[in-house]
């Protein structure tokens, strides 16, 4: 199994920017995908999530109305659309897959089981 997020770069305040996670698992539809990131010296933390039951989105309080997360059955690939991007938005982010049919939490990094190698994410002032 394997995750491979891209999409990262250098961008000014106010830019945008679209993540894109290719995943090559047997099933794609039947797990949440996440989006986590980490900046230095900060703990891993959930950005948004797209659950597979209902196709539910879910999203940080500090990226809602600016961040979308989406689907490409087709594919195999989960975006993060970027808007509005502030400094503080600078960090290595991650996207993640659960197990199957996975019912738990899904803005906590236990609820998965498979993550990418991270894109890096630069937004200057």
């Known amino acids: 199994v394997q995750l491979q997020a891209s999409g990262g770069g250098l961008v000014q305040a106010g830019g945008s920017l679209r993540l894109s996670c290719a995943a090559s698992l047997r099933t794609f539809t039947d797990r949440n995908m996440g989006w986590f990131r980490q900046s230095p010296g900060k703990e891993r933390e959930f950005v948004a999530a797209s659950r597979w039951s209902g196709g539910s989105t879910y999203y940080a309080d500090f990226v809602k109305g600016r961040f979308t997360i989406s689907r490409e059955s087709a594919k195999n690939t989960v975006y993060l659309q970027m808007n509005s991007l502030k400094p503080e938005d600078t960090a290595v982010y991650y996207c993640?897959?659960?197990?199957?049919?996975?019912?738990?939490?899904?803005?906590?990094?236990?609820?998965?089981?498979?993550w990418g190698q991270g894109t890096l994410v630069t937004v200057s002032s």
């Open positions: 993640a897959a659960s197990r199957r049919y996975y019912s738990g939490s899904y803005d906590r990094s236990d609820g998965y089981d498979y």
